[in-house]
Each structure stands twice: as C-alpha cells, then as structure tokens.
T-cell receptor, first 113, second 112 residues
Framework: NAGVTQTPKFQVLKTGQSMTLQCAQD?????MYWYRQDPGMGLRLIYY???????DKGEVPNGYNVSRLNKREFSLRLESAAPSQTSVYFC????????????FGDGTRLSIL | SQELEQSPQSLIVQEGKNLTINCTSS?????LYWYKQKYGEGLIFLMM?????EEKSHEKITAKLDEKKQQSSLHITASQPSHAGIYLC????????????FGKGITLSVRP
C-alpha cells in the first residue's frame, strides 16, 4: 500500500524559479492538504481540498497555488520561489469531505538559494 | 504566544519508564488530535479525542481530553525505543469545523 506519495523528496531551487510539488493518494480519499513544517513554527496549513474540484486557502497561502487535478492528485506550485519558502512540505489526505488529515506523505525537502 | 502549547519541549526517558506529555490550548477545544513523527518521515495519526473526559488507548499509549482545563495528556506506559519521535497535537481552534492548528511538538528520546 503506497498511501500518500510525494515527489520529489528533495529539491534545490534558485530564487525566482518555479516548481510544482506532486502528491498522489491511492486510498480514494476526498480531502487532501498541503502543509509546510519549519523549525520553531510547527506545521502550518497552506491549502486544502475538501473534495475533488474544490480548493481553499489555509493559514499561509501567499506565494503558492494548488490544483486538485482529480480525486487522486493534489499539486502545489511555487510560481517564483523565495528563500522564505525553504521548508519541508507535507501532503496529507483523509477519507471524509473536509475531514481532518489522517494520512501523511514523507515530505519534500525544498531549499531555495 | 502559541495557541497550542506542548510540554515539556523535549523529554529523555529510560526504557521501561512511564511518561506523560501535555497539550494545552489557549482557546476552547472542540476536539484534539495526536500524531507522531519520526525524523525524516511524515506524521502518523495516533488518535482523536472529541468529548470532554474522553480517553482512548492505542497499544501502550493513552490519551485523555480535559475540556475544562482545555488540555489533553498523552501517557506512555513502559516506554520502548520504538516510542521515540516527535509527538504533535492538533486542534480546530476557530470553530468545530475549522482546520487544525498544530503545536510545535515534543521530542521524545528513549534510552535503551
């Protein structure tokens, strides 16, 4: 069982470059989430999707866009990366529409120089 | 100040010892979620508490919710090296249907 799969696992970008982080779940879950985790700041919600076709902003959406491509996939895009976006990004999912996150991917470690 | 304070910040215990960690909210608790994270990995959902006084157990881990104190405690009995990791609590602090706000986590080390 793959669960929640994130790609890539590591990435280094230069300031101003763009990048899309991919997330896919194979559990037929309705809700999907993107978080960032920073030392001393804990886990913060960037965007979420309560069901296929819907997306909503979380606590820290500035500088990011998302796409719920289908029920399985939820991508996060950085249009013009900034050093402040250096972080570990986690995707999560849960079965119910709008339910709290239960299954997490292993994260994408992103460094922006 | 943090809306969800976790204490202690870190903890080192000898294998076999019991321990308790806490998560205290500055706002009304509509429920509370506990997760565990190992270094370099994603979060693993442990349990969800929804009602005041509720207590749940998973293997040797027991969590309780005290709505009056706006606090949850997580107790580990006879700790093992496999219990080591970061324990995070999360709660919907902006209404029962709001998304989770997370604490900063507690790092637990278990000495063999």
């Amino acid at each position: 069982n793959a669960g929640v799969t994130q790609t890539p696992k590591f990435q280094v970008l230069k300031t101003g470059q763009s990048m899309t982080l991919q997330c896919a779940q194979d559990m037929n879950h309705n809700s999907m989430y993107w978080y960032r985790q920073d030392p001393g700041m804990g886990l913060r919600l960037i965007y979420y999707s309560a069901s296929e076709g819907t997306t909503d902003k979380g606590e820290v959406p500035n500088g990011y866009n998302v796409s719920r491509l289908n029920k399985r996939e939820f991508s996060l895009r950085l249009e013009s990366a900034a050093p402040s976006q250096t972080s570990v990004y986690f995707c999560a999912s849960s079965a119910g529409q709008g339910a709290q996150p239960q299954h997490f991917g292993d994260g994408t470690r992103l460094s922006i120089l | 100040s943090q809306e969800l304070e976790q204490s202690p910040q870190s903890l080192i215990v000898q294998e076999g010892k019991n321990l308790t960690i806490n998560c205290t909210s500055s706002k009304t608790l509509y429920g509370l979620y506990w997760y565990k994270q190992k270094y370099g990995e994603g979060l693993i959902f442990l349990m969800m508490l929804q009602k005041g006084g509720e207590e749940k157990s998973h293997e040797k881990i027991t969590a309780k919710l005290d709505e009056k104190k706006q606090q949850s405690s997580l107790h580990i009995t006879a700790s093992q090296p496999s219990h080591a990791g970061i324990y995070l609590c999360g709660a919907p602090l902006r209404g029962a249907n709001s998304k989770l706000t997370f604490g900063k986590g507690i790092t637990l080390s278990v000495r063999p």
